[in-house]
């Protein structure tokens, strides 16, 4: 397919264009377009057949529902309810802008927009040619942002192009966008209203309008295990090619940790790359330094963020440091993003000479009366190994339920307390079971470390069980060490496998 690339730039040319785009979409076919927080891969929301192409062009999971963009909020009942009319009062005071909610979808969306949810996201964008858009393509535009899976929203019409380029009809180049981060995601479908993504509108400006919003827990912990409950959240996002981390701490020992660390890769031979700001960049020694901006102008930062990401990587940069952020308002959403893109990885330096005090990973741990000697040896191995143990029991070898220490293991995980969990009986299978009925689980039972290592790789399990009666220790501890050893593939297809099981 060829993709058309045509300039928006305020003449009165713009609104053939801007006409052309709206026949592509109502006959179907897909239009990038810029909003003002990143540009959008748009499609007729209400066509369940475009709705599908988005997924395509986009190497997306299916179950990830897409953002039903209109043009008026009037528009908004043809497609949900607004049973408590808390809809009306934030877009009242925040469309057109970067806020999304959810709302109860009505039966005109088709489930392949909502990912088979019976809730729907809809947002009314600020960007002017984004409302002719939308109006010229029918009043409904499903639009998820326009990078391919894996890849920093785009924030010009080049980078879209370079994820999009021949798979999609038309790409609408309004320049670079204003905000440079995805919108703010409210869910208003429960009891209390829930962030579910931070973005430019913060959670103290909903506060104002609404009373008791709350924010995610699974978006500042940002353990890959909690279930977020925007789909999306869960999926590796934004992910650079190169490894990233964060390094929080005072100023001075965060440059000289930084420092000493890209020297140490350029004698390995890597190429090095640096997140700074415009208060630190010039002391940073590194391959390739950037400024996200000063650090007193957050949305200078949140502007630049995704923008510097891509660059790493077409600079072929291997390693990434970057500077943390506060976590209060637009921070909240630019760390947010920044924590996602390293995965997680943040170094905290104390005050004192840079000890190093990396983040230990929390494992919760259960098991039975035939699982107790095991599990000592497992959480001894894996205190030798920098991880942080917690013993939901049972405490000693006197007869016990396993069903007690399984489920107390399990709920620590699935409630984010820990990250990951391991649970023990004489075979493994009855708390392994136990396990899997807590809803976020996915608990292996392994015997062999080539199980522990693919369950991780194809299942993303964040839990391990084993039978002390099967395994002997050396065994247990080769197996451990094989699934903490492994990361989640991140494959479509396993993703949209491990979905499916979610859903
Ligand atoms: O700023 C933005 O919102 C951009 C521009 C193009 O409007 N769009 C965007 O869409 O970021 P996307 O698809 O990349 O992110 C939408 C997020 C996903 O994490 C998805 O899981 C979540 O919204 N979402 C959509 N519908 C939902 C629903 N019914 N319930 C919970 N989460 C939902
Ligand atoms: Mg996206």
């Not at 397919?1 to 928006?8: A, G």
């Not at 000890?355 to 259960?366: H, Q, S, T």
């Not at 709920?411 to 820990?418: F, H, K, L, M, T």
């Amino acid at each position: 397919m060829k993709t058309i690339l045509e300039k928006i730039d305020g003449t009165p040319a713009d609104e053939e264009r801007i006409l052309h785009a709206g026949r592509i979409l109502r006959a179907g076919g897909l239009v990038a377009f810029p909003t003002e927080t990143v540009y959008g891969l748009g499609g007729d929301a209400l066509n369940p057949d475009s709705s599908r192409k988005i997924y395509e062009a986009k190497g997306r999971p299916s179950d990830n529902p897409l953002i039903v963009h209109v043009c008026r909020w009037e528009d908004v009942s043809y497609i949900a309810e607004d049973p408590t009319g808390r809809g009306k009062l934030l877009a009242d005071a925040f469309w057109p802008g970067p806020l999304t909610m959810i709302l109860p979808k009505k039966d005109t969306v088709p489930m392949e927009t909502t990912g088979g949810l019976d809730t729907v996201a809809v947002r009314l964008p600020s960007h002017p040619a984004a409302r002719r858009l939308i109006r010229a393509a029918g009043g409904y535009v499903a639009a998820p942002s326009a990078n391919t899976s894996g890849k920093p929203s785009p924030t010009t019409a080049q980078y879209v192009a370079e994820d999009m380029d021949g798979r999609i009809e038309m790409i609408l180049d309004g320049g670079t966008v204003g905000i440079g981060l995805e919108s703010t995601i409210v869910d208003l479908t429960g009891k209390r209203p829930v962030i579910l993504r931070p973005g430019y509108v913060t959670q103290r400006m909903l506060e104002e309008v609404l009373e008791g919003v709350e924010l995610d827990r699974t978006i500042l912990e940002g353990n890959a295990v909690g279930r977020p409950k925007a789909p999306g959240m869960k999926y590796r996002h934004y992910a650079p090619k190169g490894d990233l981390a964060i390094v929080e701490g005072p100023v001075d020992t965060v440059l000289s940790y930084i420092n000493g660390q890209c020297a140490l890769c350029a004698e390995k031979g890597e190429k090095t790359g640096v997140i700074g700001t415009d208060e630190t960049a010039g002391r940073y020694r590194a391959d390739s330094v950037k400024s996200v901006g000063s650090r007193a102008d957050e949305e200078a930062i949140a502007h630049s963020l995704y923008r510097i990401l891509r660059e790493f990587d077409d600079e072929g940069v291997q390693v990434m440091y970057s500077e943390a952020f506060s976590s209060d308002g637009m921070g909240q959403a630019i760390m947010n993003r920044l924590l996602k893109a390293a995965g997680h990885r943040v170094i905290r330096l104390d005050e004192d000479g840079a000890r190093r005090m990396e983040e230990k990973m929390k494992i919760a741990l259960g098991s039975d009366h035939g699982g107790y000697e095991l599990k000592k040896e497992v959480i001894r191995w894996l205190e030798e190994h920098g991880y942080e143990c917690v013993d939901y029991g049972c405490n000693s070898t006197a007869s016990c339920d396993y069903p007690d220490f399984g489920r107390a293991a399990a709920e620590a995980v699935a409630s984010g307390v820990c990250e990951k969990g391991i649970v023990i009986c004489t075979t493994g299978i009855g708390i392994s079971i136990v396990a899997n009925k807590v809803k976020g689980i996915r608990c292996a039972l392994c015997a062999d470390t080539v199980t522990a290592r693919l369950t991780r790789e194809h299942n993303d399990a964040n839990m391990l069980a084993m039978g002390a009666g099967i395994v002997g220790r050396n065994l247990a501890l080769g197996i451990v060490e094989a699934f903490f050893g492994t990361e989640f593939s991140g494959e479509e297809k396993h993703a949209r496998r491990i979905g499916k099981i979610e859903a």
